[in-house]
């Protein structure tokens, strides 16, 4: 299984962004995917989630900004970030916790950097 994230770079603040999530080797399905972000120098966020039934949690500091979606089909998650700020900049990386062996998977995380 693995999951490739791509869709970071550059935005101004008040600017969007897409981020999307590939995975492969295994399906999406009842698979929940999650977000997480890590900025330089802090721990690493929790962002949101999308489980089975395209149910969505997300972070606090995402609420109202940030939207998951999937693409079942092309086994793909979505995160479209809207009304960005510097404090969103971070290498964003998802997850997916398989829910038939119990196993976690990474994707390699992508930059998105905000500026001022």
């Known amino acids: 299984v693995q999951l490739q994230a791509s869709g970071g770079g550059l935005v101004q603040a008040g600017g969007s962004l897409s981020l999307s999530c590939l995975v492969s080797?295994?399906?999406?399905?009842?698979?929940?995917v999650t977000w997480y972000r890590q900025a330089a120098g802090h721990q690493r966020e929790w962002v949101g989630i999308?489980?089975?039934?395209?149910?969505?949690s997300y972070a606090d500091s995402a609420a109202g900004r940030f939207t998951l979606s999937r693409d079942v089909a092309k086994n793909t998650v979505y995160l479209q970030m809207n009304n960005l700020k510097p404090e969103d900049t971070a290498v964003y990386s998802c997850?997916?916790?398989?829910?038939?062996?119990?196993?976690?998977?990474w994707g390699q995380g992508t930059l998105v950097t905000v500026s001022s």
């Open positions: 080797g295994t399906a999406l399905n009842g698979n929940p």
């Open positions: 997850h997916l916790d398989d829910q038939t062996t119990g196993v976690d998977y």
């Open positions: 999308i489980r089975r039934y395209d149910s969505t």
